[in-house]
Each structure stands twice: as structure tokens, then as C-alpha cells.
């Protein structure tokens, strides 16, 4: 890969120990991936937030980082273990919250924005069409690219902070025009519709891509989207596929740039869509915790709980897991008045997933196919999804 003198200096040492640290991790994914170049990102988000995640080794990198590492680029962080002010009321323990703390003051040290959110896009995160981007957080990577037609690839943790440090990340992948086109045509014969249902389509081409052995779907037959649906669907096919890049044909920006791809085809109906809701409802659940959010609920999404939530009371654990300044949006136009008074909590800066809950309950109901995968994975719950509507329900009823 050909470096510029800068570059080589910051190799070399010139610019101190986490500079050069970083430009050798870019510098040898560079090798690794053939790319000739580096090029400027304007913002990188970074994952492995969760103290959970990190433990003690990962907090020794970071610190380490930390002691003259200064990001130069707009940078957040994908969720942490834990709401960084309401950590108690949600049930997390002294010894983990000190721990997470630690964590995320080694990032605050280096520049960072400390925002912990999976949707960086709606919180001022927020590239434009064309730009070059290290973001980390899968649902983010594939919004990123298909939603927004910026370019990155998915990051590690550490690759998105040496980027952060340097302001560059190697040129190759998703960077590159000619790994951005369409794979496999998806014809979606069906009408869909709200979040949940995004994110069953999002399994069911997920699915197939692993099948194929493919990554990047050409997808036709959605008529409209919104943001909401759109985020569900991105960190769903990004779950089960591995999907880091779609076009959806009328939707995405990118969708006519490159030739509709003709000889692997494969069509989706309300039958494919209905059985594979059933994949995501298990036997004899006991639901005792719901939760919205995943990825982190909009300033609409919330909105819609207030309003559905207005002068009810929840019966089970309810959480609605969100970025702290789209929480806070929600207090000033007095939609968390409204839920709290519900007895809904609000579990911002993390999620029902990297939160360290396992064990704590036995089923959870959730609008998003990415958690049912996680909820079943990693907490070993038992799983149902719903819209937010039937969410609201269950936790009400
Ligand atoms: Fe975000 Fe957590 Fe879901 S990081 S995409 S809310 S699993």
C-alpha cells in the first residue's frame, strides 16, 4: 500500500505512540486487502463498547491508546452495557457500572463523543452520499452504504479507533465502485409493512444470501419505506446475511448506478414472510420483558409508544432503548413523561442486547428480528416478535 510522507511519519513513530500504534493496524488490513491507498473518512463510529465485551484486556488497549491518542474525525460509540445515568433503576450491578465507566472515560480522553448509540446516522453522525466512513456497528455499516450510499466497510473495534486517530482508513472493499454492485435480484411479491415485518424480510433474504454464499442483494417490489422500517431491515439481513450493502429498486440512491443483476433471481411472497414470522415466535414463551429499540427507537418510534402508552400501565419489564439525545428530544416534547408514567423505562446509551441481563428473564417480545436472534443467542431467551403495536399490548394487557 502507498503511503504519504505523513502517513509514513505516523508509522514511523514521528507522531507519537497511539498514532504510530494505529497506523499500524490500518497499514497491515491494507496488506491484507490489497488496497493501494489510504482515504479520508468524515466520521467512524466504534463497537465493543460494552465493558462486557471489552474486559480487561480491551480496557488495557484503550488506556493504553488513551495516553496521547486524540481522534482527528467525528466519532461516536455503538452502545455500552449499561444507561449511563439510569444504570440502577435497570438493574445493573456497582462492580459492572464502575467497570463500563472506566471504559467509556478512556474514550471521552481521546476526543470521542461519547453518544453510545447503533443509529449514529440520526444523531448527528450523519454522512452524506459518496463519503468514506469507519463505522463498526453492523445495522450502521449497512444503513450507511444502502440507505445513505456512503461507503465503509465493518469495521473491529480497534480498526475504527485507529481510524478515528488517523483520520484515514484503507482504501479497499465497500470503498471501491466495484464491490458495490447488486449480487442477487430479490423480487418481494408482497406488501410490506412496519418494523417487524422489515425485519422478518430481512431474515428471509439474509437467509438465502448465506445459502448462495452471497453478500449484496438487489432487491424490487418495495414500493415505500421509512427510515424506521429501512433500520430494521438493515440490521436484520445484516444479522442473518452478513449484509453490508443492498440496493432496493426506487428506494436507495444507488439503486440504477450499477446493472440489475439477471442470473441469480430468487421471489418472496406473503407465505415466505408469514412462515418465517413463525420462525421468530417460540413454543410456550413467557413473556415477562419487552423491549423496542432495536436499533435504537427514533424520535417518531417514541412519539408512537407515548401515544400508545397514554394512560395505561405496563405489567411486565418494559424498556425502550434509544440514543441519549434522541431521549432527550423525547423529554422536552414530553413523550417520556408519558411513558415513565406508564412504567416504562427508558435504557438509553445500551440495549436489550449488550445490557448484561442474561438470566434475568425467561422471554422478551421485541419488534426487531435482530434481537430475537441475539434475545436466543446470547441471552438465551425465549423470543416473540410483534409490531410495536402488539408489544405495547403484551406488556399492557
Ligand atoms: Fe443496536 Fe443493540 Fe440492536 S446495538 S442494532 S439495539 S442489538
Same mark, same amino acid.
Not at 100 to 118: E, H, V
Given at each position: 500500500? #502507498?503511503?504519504?510522507?505523513?502517513?509514513?511519519?505516523?508509522?514511523?513513530?514521528?507522531?507519537?505512540?497511539?498514532?504510530?500504534?494505529?497506523?499500524?493496524?490500518?497499514?497491515?488490513?491494507?496488506?491484507?486487502?490489497?488496497?493501494?491507498?489510504?482515504?479520508?473518512?468524515?466520521?467512524?463510529?466504534?463497537?465493543?463498547?460494552?465493558?462486557?465485551?471489552?474486559?480487561?484486556?480491551?480496557?488495557?488497549?484503550?488506556?493504553?491508546?488513551?495516553?496521547?491518542?486524540?481522534?482527528?474525525?467525528?466519532?461516536?460509540?455503538?452502545?455500552?452495557?449499561?444507561?449511563?445515568?439510569?444504570?440502577?433503576?435497570?438493574?445493573?450491578?456497582?462492580?459492572?457500572?464502575?467497570?463500563?465507566?472506566?471504559?467509556?472515560?478512556?474514550?471521552?480522553?481521546?476526543?470521542?463523543?461519547?453518544?453510545?448509540?447503533?443509529?449514529?446516522?440520526?444523531?448527528?453522525?450523519?454522512?452524506?452520499?459518496?463519503?468514506?466512513?469507519?463505522?463498526?456497528?453492523?445495522?450502521?455499516?449497512?444503513?450507511?452504504?444502502?440507505?445513505?450510499?456512503?461507503?465503509?466497510?465493518?469495521?473491529?473495534?480497534?480498526?475504527?479507533?485507529?481510524?478515528?486517530?488517523?483520520?484515514?482508513?484503507?482504501?479497499?472493499?465497500?470503498?471501491?465502485?466495484?464491490?458495490?454492485?447488486?449480487?442477487?435480484?430479490?423480487?418481494?411479491?408482497?406488501?410490506? @409493512?412496519?418494523?417487524?415485518?422489515?425485519?422478518?424480510?430481512?431474515?428471509?433474504?439474509?437467509?438465502?444470501?448465506?445459502?448462495?454464499?452471497?453478500?449484496?442483494?438487489?432487491?424490487?417490489?418495495?414500493?415505500?419505506?421509512?427510515?424506521?422500517?429501512? #433500520?430494521?431491515?438493515?440490521?436484520?439481513?445484516?444479522?442473518?446475511?452478513?449484509?453490508?450493502?443492498?440496493?432496493?429498486?426506487?428506494?436507495?440512491?444507488?439503486?440504477?448506478?450499477?446493472?440489475?443483476?439477471?442470473?441469480?433471481?430468487?421471489?418472496?411472497?406473503?407465505?415466505?414472510?408469514?412462515?418465517?414470522?413463525?420462525?421468530?415466535?417460540?413454543?410456550?414463551?413467557?413473556?415477562?420483558?419487552?423491549?423496542?429499540?432495536?436499533?435504537?427507537?427514533?424520535?417518531?418510534?417514541?412519539?408512537?409508544?407515548?401515544?400508545?402508552?397514554?394512560?395505561?400501565?405496563?405489567?411486565?419489564?418494559?424498556?425502550?432503548?434509544?440514543?441519549?439525545?434522541?431521549?432527550?428530544?423525547?423529554?422536552?416534547?414530553?413523550?417520556?413523561?408519558?411513558?415513565?408514567?406508564?412504567?416504562?423505562?427508558?435504557?438509553?446509551?445500551?440495549?436489550?442486547?449488550?445490557?448484561?441481563?442474561?438470566?434475568?428473564? @425467561?422471554?422478551?417480545?421485541?419488534?426487531?428480528?435482530?434481537?430475537?436472534?441475539?434475545?436466543?443467542?446470547?441471552?438465551?431467551?425465549?423470543?416473540?416478535?410483534?409490531?410495536?403495536?402488539?408489544?405495547?399490548?403484551?406488556?399492557?394487557?
Amino acid at each position: 500500500m #502507498k503511503l504519504t510522507s505523513e502517513e509514513q511519519d505516523m508509522l514511523d513513530g514521528k507522531y507519537g505512540k497511539s498514532a504510530k500504534k494505529s497506523m499500524e493496524i490500518l497499514a497491515t488490513l491494507g496488506e491484507i486487502f490489497d488496497a493501494e491507498c489510504m482515504v479520508d473518512v468524515v466520521g467512524v463510529q466504534i463497537a465493543g463498547v460494552s465493558y462486557a465485551n471489552l474486559g480487561e484486556a480491551g480496557l488495557e488497549f484503550l488506556s493504553e491508546m488513551a495516553e496521547d491518542g486524540k481522534v482527528r474525525v467525528l466519532t461516536t460509540l455503538n452502545p455500552a452495557g449499561m444507561d449511563r445515568e439510569n444504570w440502577q433503576a435497570l438493574g445493573i450491578d456497582k462492580e459492572f457500572a464502575k467497570n463500563q465507566n472506566r471504559a467509556i472515560d478512556a474514550f471521552a480522553k481521546m476526543g470521542i463523543i461519547t453518544t453510545c448509540s447503533c443509529t449514529p446516522y440520526l444523531i448527528g453522525n450523519t454522512p452524506h452520499f459518496g463519503q468514506h466512513l469507519a463505522w463498526a456497528e453492523s445495522s450502521a455499516v449497512c444503513y450507511a452504504n444502502s440507505v445513505i450510499g456512503a461507503r465503509t466497510n465493518r469495521e473491529g473495534g480497534p480498526s475504527a479507533l485507529a481510524s478515528a486517530i488517523i483520520g484515514k482508513t484503507p482504501k479497499y472493499g465497500y470503498h471501491l465502485d466495484e464491490n458495490r454492485h447488486g449480487e442477487v435480484l430479490v423480487k418481494v411479491n408482497a406488501q410490506v @409493512k412496519g418494523t417487524d415485518e422489515f425485519g422478518v424480510l430481512g431474515k428471509i433474504i439474509g437467509d438465502k444470501l448465506v445459502e448462495l454464499g452471497k453478500k449484496t442483494p438487489y432487491i424490487t417490489g418495495i414500493s415505500r419505506a421509512t427510515v424506521e422500517e429501512l #433500520k430494521s431491515f438493515c440490521a436484520s439481513v445484516a444479522t442473518y446475511g452478513g449484509t453490508a450493502l443492498f440496493h432496493m429498486e426506487g428506494i436507495t440512491p444507488e439503486y440504477n448506478k450499477y446493472p440489475k443483476p439477471s442470473d441469480i433471481i430468487f421471489e418472496i411472497n406473503q407465505d415466505n414472510l408469514d412462515k418465517t414470522r413463525l420462525e421468530l415466535i417460540d413454543d410456550d414463551i413467557n413473556i415477562d420483558f419487552v423491549s423496542i429499540g432495536c436499533p435504537h427507537a427514533s424520535i417518531h418510534e417514541i412519539g408512537k409508544i407515548a401515544n400508545l402508552l397514554k394512560g395505561k400501565k405496563v405489567k411486565k419489564e418494559f424498556w425502550i432503548t434509544t440514543a441519549r439525545p434522541t431521549k432527550r428530544i423525547a423529554d422536552e416534547a414530553g413523550y417520556s413523561k408519558i411513558i415513565e408514567d406508564a412504567g416504562a423505562k427508558f435504557a438509553a446509551d445500551t440495549c436489550c442486547v449488550v445490557a448484561p441481563i442474561k438470566g434475568r428473564f @425467561k422471554g422478551i417480545m421485541v419488534d426487531s428480528a435482530k434481537a430475537c436472534y441475539y434475545g436466543r443467542s446470547k441471552n438465551k431467551f425465549k423470543v416473540k416478535i410483534g409490531s410495536i403495536e402488539e408489544c405495547i399490548e403484551e406488556a399492557t394487557g
